[in-house]
Every structure is written in structure tokens, then in C-alpha cells.
């Protein structure tokens, strides 16, 4: 098998691995890229490819994550992981191979953990990595590894647990709940809504977006009824799959200006992430194609 062929065998855990760990596509691609140079330019054979093809992405992630954190620090409102369309839309097929699993609730999650605490889950409980093998990829104690794992599963579990929706229930609620919001239906949205609510926008200062999340039922219905007050002439709402379930996109002048993506437990909303920074958008005009 030639070096380019072991490459797309794992080319889709090389990006998930980078995706994970930063919530950026198009950073994600940059590490696919210098992981494919690092590979083809090697000085010797290699006996777990797969092994070292995650490592090599593991390192470069990080390297990036940390020239960023002053970035993240600085970031105007809350920051969001860039929306990836589901089963590759954007971009090569392969892309979201295994990224679709990974919802944008457990991502928003997965960015609250400690690094090594998220390398290790997402090896583990995502690809399978063994403990031991991990402990290789990571230059660590493979009890150490255990012990990172337990405690990043304990910080997912509940969450992986209260969001574990059959897929039919879940889109069967993001699909009344795009009508009500796409008809101003304040009652409907209340209807479909827990009373605790969140809303979380990512403007990332370039365009208007509430600096905060909002709380509550009411306050979230209110403030998407006014968001759809202020679409432009020609404006659509689109259900899209993004991040392996069922969202929406909103579409102006053939231009995906927004996403949605819904966290739905017990057949209501409890948390709403809408993507409006147009940076983490661009990736996504092919969903603006009619």
C-alpha cells in the first residue's frame, strides 16, 4: 500500500483528532495538511501508522491551541466550535467519517476539558484507542491515561446521558421547532422550549450577537422572533445536518449567514448554539445552494 493510500485510510481520524481538540474546520484541515507532509517526508518506515498519524496530529493541535489561547482570551461574546456539515457536504467525503458523531453539545463540552484530559477521551471513547496505545500517543503513563479518561468521562457522562435522544425524536422536535420560530409563533416556541433554556450566539464581534448567553424560555423565544424580524428580503431557514444531527441554516443573498443547532432532551430544547460569526461560516456555502 503506497504512502498516499495509508494516508486516506486514516485521514479521517487525523481530522477529527485536530476538530476535536480546536472546534475549527478550517484549522482542522491545516493540520490534515501538515500531518499528510510529515508523513510522506518521514526518513523511515512505521511500523502503527495509525498510531503515529494520531500522534503527529495530537502534536500539531496542540502547538495550535496554545498559540491561540491568547486569541480564545480575547474573543468578543461567547465562542462557539465552527458547525461541520454532516457526512462531509463541504468538503471531502471522508471528512466527517467519524466527526458526526460528535454533537455540538459534546463539543461545546469537550472544549471545557483540560487538554490532555480531551486527547485521551476523544483516543478512547470516539476512536478506541487501548490505554496503552494512547499512553504511546501522548508520551505518557498509561495510568495516567486511565485516570485522564475517568475523569473527563465523568464530566461527559451525564451529558452524553440526558441528550441520548433517538434520532426521530430529535429531528421530529428541531423540525416543530424551526416552524414555530419561522412563523414568529411565540406560544410554539414556549411549547418546545425548557423553562431553562439557553441560548448561546458566536458573533465573534464582527456582527451583531448578544454578548451573553440568554436564559429562560421566554427571553429565547422573544429573541429569535426578533431575529427573524430582521431577515433580509429573499431570506430562508434551511434544515441542514450538521455535526451528525439535524440543525438549520439561514440563508441571505445565497450566503449561509447563521446556523442552528438544538439540544433536545425529553422532547424539548434546553440549549440553542446559533453560529452568526461569518469566519466559521465560510465553510458552509454549500448549503447555501438551492
Partial sequence: MSD???????RGLVFTIAYDLLGSVADADDVVQDV????????G????????LARAATNRALDILRSSERRRVEYVGPWLPEPLPGGGAAGPEDRAVEADAVSAALLVLLQTLAEHERVCYALREVFGFSYAEIARVVDSQEAAVRQAVHRARQRVQERRERFAVDPAQHAGTVQRFLAAAGEGDIDGLLELLAPGAVLTVDGGGLVTAARRPVVGAEKIARFLVGLRDTRGPGGRVVAAVLNGELGAVAIEAGTVVATFQLA???GVVEELYVMRNPHKLAGLAGLAQP
Avoid at 499528510?36 to 526518513?43: F, K, N, Q, S
Fill in 36 to 43: 499528510y507532509e510529515r508523513w510522506v517526508t518521514r526518513p
Fill in 45 to 52: 518506515d512505521v511500523d502503527e501508522p495509525r498510531a503515529y
Fill in 4 to 10: 498516499d493510500d495509508v494516508f486516506l485510510r486514516h
Fill in 264 to 266: 433536545v432532551a425529553d
